[in-house]
């Protein structure tokens, strides 16, 4: 019955018209959420990236003092003695 009273419906010109411009605007609104969906993902990529590149600088200042640093005591010694530190 409903098939029959759809179809009835749809043989309209202007129902067929309001149909299309309904699609229309549904397309269009799925494309808009779509796109605001993509940008909040590559806004957190993007703040991702951005923790990703402080924490690496951190950890190769902390490799560079590592690297750096006074093999013994006498080493430490002659350091503070000199006032390199």
């Known amino acids: ?3 029959s009273l759809m179809a009835g419906l ?6 067929r018209r ?4 309904t699609l229309a605007v549904l397309t269009i609104t799925l494309f808009i959420l779509n796109l ?5 993902r590559a806004g957190r990529a993007a703040e991702r ?3 990703l590149e402080q924490t690496d600088a951190i950890h190769r200042q902390m490799l560079d ?4 640093r006074p093999r013994n005591r006498d080493d ?9 530190f």
Request: hydrophobic residues 55%.
């Open 49 to 51: 990236l951005k923790t």
């Open 36 to 40: 605001r969906r993509l940008g909040e």
């Open 18 to 21: 309001a149909a299309g411009f």
């Open 65 to 68: 003092a590592a690297a750096s």
């Open 76 to 84: 430490l010694l002659d350091r503070l003695r000199g006032g390199e």
């Open 10 to 15: 749809l043989a309209q010109p202007w129902a």
């Open 1 to 3: 019955m409903w098939a």
